[in-house]
């Protein structure tokens, strides 16, 4: 059984629009959670994270947790051509574990 | 300095060399990773050094010998690899206060720009 879990896409989202992406995770004691976005042949940049239910905003970016229903997502408004690139979801257990679990990722493709 | 550097960032070798991968951080950061990522997969964990100390190991060949000289330093000794062994390897490190004061990390993790790897 995935511990993490992501719709691999590929998703395509018209330019300006909003791209909602979906990450559930099955160990119910994860506490922290990170979106990353990796540009092909790059490597992964965090973008986002977040540790308590609700929502975090950071400019075009809103991360969504909800523990209760073990889900984390991440919203971008104004999708932007730049904006294309695979996003990792990842969840660390415990505070003070170093070892994060990442999803497979999610391609997400911005159409102008 | 708020970045994790990595050397070199091409490497091609053949399976009878040795080689090292160099990780840099200057953030003050006291935990470091190796990962190894494939494509159109996401980074495995290989190693991870917490206050310069060997803290995980994922199970990995004895191929890959990792290091770390101390707190802003990390390297990855390579011997014998196998062609399934080319990959990027990426480099991160963390805020990792946990393990010393008992106080919460949050622990975010940044990464490198990885070493692309070839083995003949």
């Known amino acids: 059984q995935k511990e993490v879990e992501q719709n691999s896409g590929p998703l395509s989202v018209p330019e300006g629009a909003i791209a909602s992406l979906n990450c559930t995770y099955s160990d119910r004691g994860s506490q922290s959670f990170f979106w990353y976005r990796q540009y092909s042949g790059k490597s992964p940049e965090l973008i986002m994270f977040i540790y308590s239910n609700g929502d975090k905003e950071d400019g075009r970016f809103t991360a969504q947790l909800n523990k209760a229903s073990q889900y984390v997502s991440l919203l971008i408004r104004d999708s932007q051509p730049s904006d294309s690139a695979t996003y990792l979801c990842a969840v660390l257990s415990n505070f003070g574990n170093e070892k994060l679990t990442f999803g497979t990722g999610t391609r997400l493709t911005i159409i102008p | 300095d708020t970045e994790v550097t990595q050397t070199p960032k091409h490497l091609v070798m053949g399976m009878t060399n040795k080689k090292s991968l160099k990780c840099e951080q200057h953030?003050?950061?006291?935990?470091m990773y190796w990962y190894k990522q494939k494509a159109k997969k996401p980074p495995e964990l290989m190693f991870v050094?917490?206050?310069?100390?060997?803290?995980i190991n994922e199970s990995v060949p004895s191929r890959f010998s990792p290091e770390c000289p101390n707190s802003s330093l990390l390297n990855l000794h390579l011997h014998a690899l196998q062609p399934e062994d080319s990959a990027l390897y990426l480099c991160?490190?963390?805020?990792?206060?946990?393990?010393?004061?008992?106080?919460?990390?949050?622990?975010?993790?940044?990464f490198g720009p990885g070493t692309r790897l070839t083995v003949l």
């Open positions: 953030m003050g950061h006291r935990a």
């Open positions: 991160a490190s963390s805020q990792d206060e946990s393990g010393h004061t008992g106080a919460l990390s949050y622990n975010e993790q940044f």
């Open positions: 050094y917490s206050y310069e100390k060997l803290s």
